[in-house]
């Protein structure tokens, strides 16, 4: 008899592959139709404004009729309503640039990220049909059994958030955008200061010289040796044990991406590729069956890493307090003439016993730490470790990297990268220069981990390519010091921001375009939305990021279309209704998207008079589809941010949808529907991608709204979801609270548009899987129209080529993007990792959190592809084939129990967190949009939040004290120690806090102290605490002062709203509490004990 929550069988041989939003690095680059306005000539730069017309935008073809205000609204396309019908005119209204897909298109059963320039027949859903990718499975070093399925990859997504705390003693610094814009920060970091000092922005006092030289190269063939064997793909069941278990790895073959850099002066390019290049690329001829392509290339004369082996012994395990991060310019101590003394070895160091510390799960179960978890410290040199990385920004699954990928397949752990980007930071170094130093071959960055032959030469860190040294960079602005290029910031910082020369843009940057749109449906007049939504906009009008170029526009939409004409002289708004919503068109383009400053007050005016305009409306239909079809065509020539708010299933027109779930099938894993039921939203999200517009889903609904197909929608154009189920300003107002606060973040945190995002790795290494949200434009190029800092991105790797000769590699990701002021800058961050070649080095140096994180990712995407029940199989079976190789290949005694690795100590923890966590969870108290939205979340957080999602942390706060608080801007903040997650830690006497990420439960025991009930809730019994308390009195008193100081803090880390529920005995919020509690048993899922015997049983077979 299975024991729920375990597969009875090991698990179906099905490899997890990537789906739905993953994408492989695969297939032939692609270009999103014409670009809009090409690159200017090379005197374009980042910093000036454009407000010309550009080519492509709307000719008028409307005739000039005068538009009657609210009350009588002209109406085009349609006879209905009063006031004027205008005809629809016979000039094409909407030149709108070939779309991604010139005919219909053949999508595999979960959207692709990466769908090739070929057409492809419609609404055929069929794994594999024409371009294979690369298999995308779990599978470590199992040879394939029986047909390969080719599935098209897919994207998942986490990430990781903190902030790089740079020193200030240096001002070269700039904090570029506003240095403190809503800033979250991590636990124990010190808030930013309220008036920093003025950053002057860097620049460089030697004469600029011409731009570098960009070499080159030859064309890279693949490599010699032939591709690694493709793992089994199939998902055939098979006995027990002689199943091939999902598993977590995949090697994936290459070809070799053409990379030609263009020499010196200025060219003109016409994709983002070149732009941003691997070297400017040239173009490929079309390849048959496209296959993931390494992020540098083969054809590098294989130099030795300059790298002497003079390290001093430094710790791994328990990082020693000197190894922190400061993001500071920091002293290189890097001689002139000599070579870095970079070198990783851990043979002979002097490792924190902890580290090596053997443990025996089943003695002993409390192993979660009482304070937050850190990440573990790289095995590096201090001198290399003080400059590396900050791992809220750049985290890697393993801190040591192994040196084949026959170890890292026997390890059975999975390689991969987890990043916050674009995250907020309370300091960022910002350099302006003319001439931004890159590899000739591999275009990486030059950062703190390159190599100094000489004064004049610098050797590549993932290429080792030897390069001249710019004359310009030759002087360091810092000390006034003329042949000091390796103090210069650039390579004192594994963090730092360019001003971005006018060779880093397609066409001058755009203003910063806002475009809403609302469901005015009688639904969604019922829930009261549109007056918390407008009276934000209202609040935050002022502070939306931009310059005098902002513009912003509205739509509305119900069965038909609302246009607002805002044009500047106008008395009020003018709405204009377009009812044939079977060809869309935009009735006065010039008019709709209106310059923010110039036609102030008519949005203000339209932004009052919205909420009342629709209150006696009986339409009950929505065209979310066509509506979205209007706004792309309204923000095309531009491209910007696309703000949807929706509150029922898309009923009318192109997109509409049919109701698919059914509550009494929500726990058959097999029945649920994970996969959309059209593709429209997927081809439109890519359409906007092309143009440069990402769209942002605000879903406010108490019914199934089918979140699996809108989703898709911000899935693929680089945007996010928000999901406020039964969301109602009356019946529900916590929800009104949660999103003004949400919406207030939203509008006001900093964006960047027109963003591309490539991700390079030292040669040897290669990135083959995409998790987030966005388009895989070519390879390994990320397209996103905006990027925000709130999102986070993973990336899964394999080892291709031996890596013995080196004992350091580095990974580099370069963020090019458009400020909301107009300047081209661009965002790099470089982490370097020791190369080990036991698996005990490696096991030691295994990160669990970005584990999780990865495996999460990776198991949504299995999710949908496969089952639900094969994703969770998998899950299970990592931490069996994980703890089975450490078993087997590492401990020299085999002893009795669940030995595991101090490092991967709370590994079974989370992943069974992860298993009771909304996505992955089985049972029938789960509606489907909430399950796909929790995908959603894993896919598209930075790695701390999803890490507190999954596994909330629970504090005894009844009796918090100022011993070992933090002083924070006069604050005193209680640090109260965490709890396991089990009914065990609680009593009845006491109150318990449990921070889930997106909400906060206060638990109070029914014999809770008088002092607490009086001095913190402010009531005089337990009987007194009303059912639905949903907020803290603030009460004159130390006790109250220490609770709200302490729930504020928590809250001011994120960048969403957690509500907080207070919980007694009988409170409907009880069982998500105890659900929540993930080391006890529910009717569905064992216990913590319980999962440790089942490994047990599992890794000493």
């Known amino acids: 008899m299975a024991q729920p929550g375990i597969p009875a069988a090991r698990g179906a041989a099905a490899g997890l592959q990537a789906q739905n939003g993953a994408a492989s690095a695969s297939g032939s680059p692609y270009t999103n139709g014409p670009v809009q306005n090409t690159l200017m000539s090379s005197q374009v730069s980042s910093g000036q404004g454009y407000d010309s017309q550009l080519p492509g935008s709307y000719p008028r073809p409307m005739p000039a009729k005068t538009l009657n205000p609210f009350s009588a609204q002209s109406n085009f396309g349609g006879s209905q309503g009063s006031g004027q019908t205008l005809n629809r005119p016979l000039v094409a209204s909407n030149p709108v640039p070939p779309?991604?897909?010139?005919?219909?298109?053949?999508?595999?059963?979960?959207?692709?990220?990466?769908?090739?320039?070929?057409?492809m027949p419609s609404g055929s859903f069929l794994p594999g049909t024409n371009v294979p990718p690369p298999p995308l499975n779990w599978q470590y070093n199992y040879p394939s059994t029986g047909p390969q399925t080719n599935h098209f990859p897919h994207i998942a997504q986490p990430s990781i958030s903190g902030n790089t705390n740079l020193t200030a003693d240096h001002q070269y610094v700039s904090s570029g955008d506003p240095a403190l814009q809503t800033s979250f920060i991590k636990p124990g970091s010190a808030l930013p200061l309220q008036n920093p000092p003025l950053p002057t922005t860097f620049q460089p006092g030697a004469p600029p010289g011409p731009p570098p030289a960009a070499g080159l190269p030859p064309n890279r063939?693949?490599?010699?040796?032939?591709?690694?064997?493709?793992?089994?793909?199939?998902?055939?069941?098979?006995?027990?044990?002689?199943?091939?278990?999902?598993?977590?790895?995949?090697?994936?073959?290459?070809?070799?991406?053409?990379?030609?850099?263009?020499?010196g002066s200025m060219v003109t390019h016409s994709t983002y590729d070149e732009i941003e290049g691997g070297g400017f690329l040239a173009p490929q001829p079309a390849n048959q069956n496209p296959q993931t392509s390494r992020s540098v290339g083969y054809a590098y004369p294989s130099l030795p890493p300059g790298y002497q082996n003079t390290a001093l012994p430094g710790a791994a395990g328990m990082p020693p307090p000197s190894l922190n991060y400061p993001s500071g310019p920091q002293a290189f101590t890097q001689t002139p003439l000599g070579a870095n003394h970079l070198t990783a070895s851990m043979s002979g160091l002097s490792l924190h016993p902890e580290g090596l510390r053997v443990v025996n799960l089943l003695q002993e179960r409390n192993m979660l730490p009482s304070t937050p978890l850190k990440p573990p410290v790289p095995n590096l040199h201090e001198d290399i470790q003080k400059l590396n990385c900050n791992p809220e920004l750049f985290r890697c699954t393993l801190t040591s990297i192994p040196q084949t990928q026959a170890l890292l397949n026997k390890a059975k752990l999975p390689l991969g990268l987890l990043l916050h980007p674009f995250k907020d930071l309370v300091q960022l170094p910002v350099v302006t220069s003319s001439t931004i130093v890159r590899c000739r071959s591999c275009r990486t960055y030059i950062n703190p981990f390159v190599n100094f032959l000489d004064q004049r030469r610098w050797k590549c860190n993932l290429c080792y390519r030897v390069n001249d040294v710019p004359e310009e960079f030759m002087y360091n602005p810092l000390t006034r010091v003329y042949g000091e290029p390796h103090k210069r910031p650039e390579v004192q910082n594994a963090t730092i921001e360019f001003m971005a020369p006018s060779e880093y843009m397609l066409r001058p940057p755009q203003p910063p375009v806002y475009l809403f749109v609302f469901d005015v449906s009688h639904n969604a007049i019922e829930t009261g939305y549109l007056n918390s939504v407008c009276q934000s906009l209202l609040d935050n009008l002022d502070l939306l990021p931009g310059n005098t170029r902002t513009k912003i526009g509205f739509i509305t939409f119900d069965s038909t279309i609302h246009f607002y004409s805002l044009q500047e002289g106008l008395s009020q708004p003018q709405m204009l209704i377009v009812s044939d919503i079977d060809d869309v068109f935009i009735p006065m383009p010039e008019n709709l998207l209106?310059?923010?400053?110039?036609?102030?007050?008519?949005?203000?005016?339209?932004?009052?008079?919205?909420?009342?305009?629709?209150?006696?409306?009986?339409?009950?239909?929505?065209?979310?589809?066509?509506?979205?079809?209007?706004?792309?065509?309204?923000?095309?020539?531009?491209?910007?941010?696309i703000s949807v708010f929706q509150t029922q299933l898309p009923t009318l027109g192109v997109g509409a949808l049919k109701p698919r779930e059914e509550p009494n099938q929500r726990s058959s894993a097999k029945e649920i529907h994970l996969t959309p039921s059209t593709d429209f939203y997927k081809k439109l999200a890519l359409d906007c991608s092309g143009q440069q517009a990402a769209v942002d889903l605000f879903l406010l609904s108490g019914q199934y709204s089918d979140l699996a197909s809108l989703g898709c929608i911000s899935r693929y154009s680089a945007g996010s979801v928000y999901y406020y189920p039964s969301y109602h300003h009356q019946h529900n107002p916590v929800q009104v609270q949660k999103l003004q606060k949400e919406l207030q973040r939203y509008l006001t945190r900093k964006i960047g548009f027109e963003a591309v995002m490539r991700i390079r790795c030292t040669k040897g290494l290669s990135i083959h899987t995409f998790h987030g949200n966005f388009f895989v434009r070519s390879t390994d190029l990320l397209s996103l129209p905006n990027v925000n800092p709130d999102a986070g991105y993973a990336v899964q790797m394999s080892v291709e080529e031996s890596l013995t000769d080196t004992q350091l590699v580095s990974f580099q990701s370069a963020l090019l993007y458009t400020s909301s002021k107009g300047e081209r800058r661009i965002r790099v961050h470089t982490l370097c990792l020791p190369v080990v070649s036991t698996l005990n080095e490696v096991f030691l140096g295994a990160d669990v959190q970005a584990i999780s994180g990865l495996l999460a990712n990776m198991a949504v995407d299995r999710s949908v592809t496969a089952s639900l029940s094969d994703a969770r199989d998998a899950l299970v079976n990592a931490v069996i084939d994980s703890l089975s190789a450490y078993r087997s290949s590492v401990l020299s005694s085999q002893q009795p129990g669940l030995m595991v690795p101090f490092s991967l100590r709370l590994f079974?923890?989370?992943?069974?967190?992860?298993?009771?966590?909304?996505?992955?969870?089985?049972?029938?108290?789960?509606?489907?949009?909430?399950?796909?939205?929790?995908?959603?979340q894993v896919k598209n957080q930075p790695l701390v939040h999803l890490m507190l999602t999954t596994h909330p942390s629970l504090y005894r706060v009844d009796n918090l004290s100022d011993e070992g608080a933090l002083n924070i801007n006069d604050r005193t903040i209680p640090q109260p120690p965490i709890l396991q997650l089990s009914v065990e830690k609680l009593s009845r006497d006491g109150a318990f806090l449990m921070d889930a990420g997106s909400v906060l439960m206060l638990w109070v025991g029914k014999n809770c102290a008088q002092n607490f009930l009086s001095q913190v809730l402010g009531v005089q019994n337990y009987a007194s605490i009303p059912q639905t308390m949903t907020e803290l009195p603030e009460l004159d008193t130390p006790e109250s002062a220490r609770t709200v100081a302490f729930i504020s803090w928590l809250r001011e880390q994120r960048p969403f709203f957690p509500i907080l529920y207070v919980i007694r005995e009988e409170s409907l919020m009880k069982a998500v509490f105890?659900?929540?509690?993930?080391?006890?048993?529910?009717?569905?899922?064992?216990?913590?004990?319980?999962?440790?015997?089942?490994?047990?049983?599992q890794v000493n077979k």
């Open 99 to 119: 779309s991604l897909h010139s005919g219909p298109s053949r999508m595999p059963p979960p959207p692709s990220q990466n769908p090739t320039a070929t057409s």
């Open 221 to 263: 063939p693949p490599p010699a040796a032939g591709p690694p064997p493709n793992r089994g793909l199939t998902s055939q069941k098979t006995p027990p044990r002689a199943a091939l278990p999902p598993s977590f790895n995949s090697a994936v073959s290459h070809d070799g991406i053409t990379a030609n850099a263009s020499n």
């Open 594 to 641: 209106v310059n923010l400053n110039e036609s102030k007050e008519l949005v203000q005016d339209l932004l009052k008079t919205l909420p009342q305009m629709f209150t006696k409306t009986l339409e009950t239909q929505s065209a979310l589809g066509p509506a979205l079809q209007a706004a792309f065509k309204l923000i095309s020539p531009t491209g910007g941010r």
């Open 908 to 936: 079974p923890l989370f992943v069974l967190a992860l298993l009771k966590q909304k996505s992955f969870q089985t049972g029938t108290n789960v509606r489907l949009d909430e399950r796909i939205f929790a995908m959603c």
């Open 1074 to 1097: 105890l659900q929540n509690l993930v080391e006890d048993r529910t009717e569905s899922a064992l216990s913590y004990y319980e999962f440790l015997l089942h490994i047990q049983q």
